[in-house]
């Protein structure tokens, strides 16, 4: 059968909407962007332990005293882990793109009910919105929006609505025939029968809808740190990158807390909003026995009370951020910035993350406010060349980024090469006595699982790994390059060291895995991996001219390769988390670097 190229089809249709309905994607975005800033600013406003007050009585209106308690004790749990501004950015995500799904999926499930024409047209499209993989609604949404929240926000509504629309059409389905005959016969119109029979007596089975699209609305965000939405969802996806354990469960479990929290409130909503749930409510309470205590624990509050309730903790915590508010201190050294906002991307591999954190301090003693995120390298070029993100400062060229630069060359600026002459290769423990070469791989594959541990699929160099060096050594039906991430091939590299056991990776020189592992770079005969790389400052298209005294500084950036390994290595030692407190210290342990990278002077 012919080769159908239907993702070519699919990149030319995104082409086109990107060039002529720009506009549109733009209205969009300025709309959606500002209704999640400011719920985000209503929820992240106030002190973390009011507002888990605030969440609490909601909680004990909604399920009773014990749900409180409980829920402020983990609310309170995940300030603990210093996880609150990214647990309110989730929650502010959530809360944003439910509604967003719920004025869509409520009419269309209506719609769907009251025609089956509709209803089997929604069908198959209802279908494959939700049975497509939740990472793919992320590539149109970087297309057309660029990082941050609103590609999360437009994945999750596509990927939340299905329930919504079912739920509303299966219910209104389920309401008994007669009744709206009844209705219909007393002359009521279709409009009241609907709104005044058919919803009410459905609204059990919308709720239950409701609340299925908020767990996969929050399903869907944490996924959509991926794409830089933030949140907790990106504390996540860092976590997992970088190997982070410890970071890993805590931010695993403010996802979880988060999740019952909205699961069990979304749950008992309908015990207030349905005349069923409030009939059922009423009658369990009259019927209820037991000790005081119990009765106690039961007891929720009427609406006034909760509101009376919300309100107070509300007015406190406004009053503290009047009494707390106050000028900020800029930081140390000449104020040349006059704290203007400059965005740093950097992708998880170690001299990135090593000259980001770096640079964030020095901008910061220059009285720059740099914002720090990390994404994969495809997002990353994507919202330089879009402007969303300023500058990065780890684009391996001419082959390692070789497509991403050719792609977008156009919409970046070249800042220079700060690092060089580089070296990719493939890389052995030295306990490997009898392999030497990449030609000494053949016949060995048993030895190595018959597997290349690698790191992220859309690097350049597993590109070339897989069409090139693999297969001019004849090992490409011997030997399988398994892509995962930086972090998870150096940690496949250490448990492999200490059982000495084979193991082959992907490499690069300058990386302090040399100086902490005995290893040794395969020989390349045929030259396949090419010349040594530079190491590039890659910035927006207008970077020089938003950022020209930045722009001044980075064009003259170089680091000796005796810099970089004390650099990284101090990373290293400072853990996971740490970055920044470590970057700080080794420049703090060589002042002539601040000078040096960033002159005060004119």
Known sequence: MPRIHFGQWVESAVSWLQTHLNWLFDAISTVLTGAYDGVNAVLGASHPLLMAGILAVVAWYLRGLLAAVAAFAGLALIDSFEMWDEAMATLSLVLVASVITLLMAVPLGIWASRSRAVSGALRPVLDVMQTMPAFVYLIPGVMFFSIGPMPGLIATVVFSMPPGVRMTELGIRQVDGELVEAARAFGTTPRDTLTRVQLPLALPTIMAGVNQV???????????????AGGLGEAVYAAVTQVDIGGGVESGLAVVILAIYVDRMTGALNQRVSPLGRRALAKAAATARGAAYATVLRYRPGTAVATVGVVVLALVAGGMNMAGGGKETVAAGADIGHGKRIKLGYFPWDEAVATTYLWQNVLEDRG?????????????????????????????????????????????TDLGTWYGPTSLELTVPSYMKDVNSIDDLKGKGGQFGGKVVGIESSAGNMGMLNSKVLKEYGLDGEYKVVSSTTSTMLAELDRAYNKKQPIVVPLWSPH???????????????????????????????????FPKVADWMRKFTMSEKELASLEAELQNGGKGKEKESARRWLDAHPDMLDRLAPAGA
């Open 214 to 228: 908020i767990m996969l609305a929050l399903s869907m965000v944490v996924i959509a740190g991926m794409a830089g």
């Open 368 to 412: 720059y406010k740099p914002d720090v995120k990390q994404l994969d390298p495809g997002p990353l070029y994507t919202s330089l060349a879009q402007g969303q993100m300023d500058v990065q400062f780890d684009s391996w060229l001419p082959t390692t980024h070789k497509r991403y630069w050719e792609l977008y060359r156009d919409r970046l």
């Open 512 to 546: 302090w895995a040399y100086a902490k592992y005995d290893l040794k770079k395969l020989k390349d005969p045929k030259g396949v991996w090419g010349s040594g790389e530079q190491i590039h400052t890659i910035g927006k298209k207008d970077f020089a001219e938003d």
